[in-house]
């Protein structure tokens, strides 16, 4: 199983980015679909982005869509989500996630079997 971390989260004003970043180690993330989901206070887990084993495809939630952009790097083993014209409702603890599932871009997090710590993202109005 990988081992996922996540980084880049902070307290951020609304209209600005920020750039997360999700570490893998243990196998290469090449064999493996990524995402990116949130979890705000007192909400569900929601999805916010995927991306296919080869970069080649994404999926965004409509929330995000135009603002965010997921990539990898599957050379350096790590995946990126960033994040423009925040608002203060992208305030959530957001998790990197892994699915070896090698089609399809699945937005249920069932669908994920390897999970970072998280990091927290602050947006403030």
């Known amino acids: 199983q990988v081992q996922l971390v996540e980084s880049g989260g902070e307290l951020v004003q609304a209209g600005g980015s920020l750039r997360l970043s999700c570490a893998a180690s243990g196998r290469t993330l090449s064999s493996y679909v990524m995402g990116w989901f949130r979890q705000a206070p007192g909400k569900e887990r929601e999805f916010v982005a995927t991306?296919?084993?080869?970069?080649?495809?994404?999926r965004y939630a409509d929330s995000v869509k135009g603002r965010f952009t997921i990539s990898r790097d599957n050379a350096k083993n790590a995946v990126y989500l960033q994040m423009n014209s925040l608002k203060p409702e992208d305030t959530a603890v957001y998790y990197c996630?892994?699915?070896?599932?090698?089609?399809?871009?699945?937005?249920?997090?069932?669908?994920?079997?390897?999970w970072g710590q998280g990091t927290q993202v602050t947006v403030s109005s």
């Open positions: 991306i296919s084993w080869a970069g080649t495809a994404t």
């Open positions: 996630a892994a699915s070896d599932l090698r089609v399809g871009l699945p937005v249920a997090g069932s669908a994920y079997s390897s």
